[in-house]
Antibody
Framework: QVQLVESGGGVVQPGRSLRLSCAAS????????MHWVRQAPGKGLEWVSV????????YYADSVKGRFTISRDNSKNTLFLQMNSLRPEDTAVYYC??????????WGQGTLVTVSS | DIVMTQSPDSLAVSLGERATLSCKSS????????????LAWYQQKPGQPPKLLFY???TRESGVPDRFSGSGSGTDFTLTISSLQAEDVAVYYC?????????FGQGTKLEIK
């Protein structure tokens, strides 16, 4: 069955960096575009980024453009989100998700990132 | 960016009654070349990731009960639950994927009256 498992979250000081990973299994990872979506505590969903199945195309929310980089390693079935220059407003649960007809059909359980001094 | 606005912010409905949730986009989501509306609906229960309910505005995801229906086109969309069940208590989000950034609505919290 399809599984997505995020890791790499934690507490980090403002201005520092963090790299999230999403390990995928149960499907042909290299055939699917992948997304990151975040949710601040008690708030709604915010789309963060998407990467094409081959890694050649990537798009970002305005709020993270220039600070976050999405990437993937199809040989290891893993999606990444490199987060630099972190701000307190980046505090959220970060979900990875598999694209399905441009929506997201499978989601991980999320990993919490807390940006605080 | 396309702005998605959901209404109401919260809704209380009696068990067995109909629930109607609205989602409006600031731009047309109907892609003329394939006649598809680039809109999805998700359900999120506390402590869980979102669950896809509908894509292309009205195509029900596998396993979603048929008491749920999605409708609308262009800029106005509706999620309807024909007979509310206790397990339907959740926050419901619409999302457009017509253009990046793929924006979500703010959500509608559905409760039992």
């Amino acid at each position: 069955q399809v599984q997505l498992v995020e890791s790499g979250g934690g507490v980090v000081q403002p201005g520092r960096s963090l790299r999230l990973s999403c390990a995928a299994s149960g499907f042909t990872f290299s055939s699917y575009s992948m997304h990151w979506v975040r949710q601040a505590p008690g708030k709604g969903l915010e789309w963060v980024s998407v990467i094409s199945n081959d890694g050649n195309n990537e798009y970002y929310a305005d709020s993270v453009k220039g600070r976050f980089t999405i990437s993937r390693d199809n040989s290891k079935n893993t999606l990444f989100l490199q987060m630099n220059s972190l701000r307190p407003e980046d505090t959220a649960v970060y979900y990875c998700g598999r694209e399905y007809f441009d929506s997201v059909d499978y989601w991980g359980q999320g990993t919490l990132v807390t940006v605080s001094s | 960016d396309i702005v998605m606005t959901q209404s109401p912010d919260s809704l209380a409905v009696s068990l067995g009654e109909r629930a109607t949730l609205s989602c409006k986009s600031s731009q047309n989501l109907l892609y003329s070349s394939n006649n598809k509306n680039y809109l999805a609906w998700y359900q999120q229960k506390p402590g869980q990731p979102p669950k896809l309910l509908f894509y292309w505005a009205s195509t029900r995801e596998s396993g979603v009960p048929d008491r749920f229906s999605g409708s609308g086109s262009g800029t106005d969309f509706t999620l309807t639950i024909s007979s509310l069940q206790a397990e339907d208590v959740a926050v419901y989000y619409c999302q457009q994927y017509y253009n990046t950034p793929y924006t979500f609505g703010q959500g509608t919290k559905l409760e039992i009256k």
